[in-house]
Structure formats: C-alpha cells, structure tokens
C-alpha cells in the first residue's frame, strides 16, 4: 500500500527505513523524500513509526550513548523544540 504517493513510497518502504534506523518523520523523508512534497502522509508515516521501537530511542533512554556521523538524528531535537 503506498503511504506517499507523491513519491511511490509504501508503507513496507517506510517499516524498512524505520528498521534501518529512522525513528521520526523528518528521517523517512531523507531517506525517501516521503512527506515532502504535498505532506498529507506525515500523519501516516507517524502513525507507522509510532508501532515499532526505534533502537536508537530505546538506547537514549536507558541513559546509554547514541552514536551515528548521520546528522538526521538531531531532528528529533528540532521537532521537540
């Protein structure tokens, strides 16, 4: 099933991108460009990512380091803001 079809991106592309390590919608969309043209598939794209445990989130929690080079993850920083 397509979540953006702006870009042909399906919802199996977006688990996948999540299982490689995006825990938030501004990470799919550099991944895949989902949600960045018309943006009516951010709320889906949520709605997938809030299903599945992001590793990266769940180390953060447990007080332990979080280490990437990929400046995509202080996204999360910014939509918190």
Known sequence: MYVCSCFGVTEAQV????????CT????????????????C????????GRGACPRRELADQGRPVLSTDLSEFDALDEAA
């Open 42 to 49: 951010v709320r889906r794209i949520q709605a997938i990512l």
């Open 15 to 22: 688990k996948q991108h999540a299982e490689d390590g995006a």
């Open 25 to 40: 919608p501004r990470q799919i969309a550099s991944a895949c460009k989902a949600g960045t043209d018309c943006g009516s």
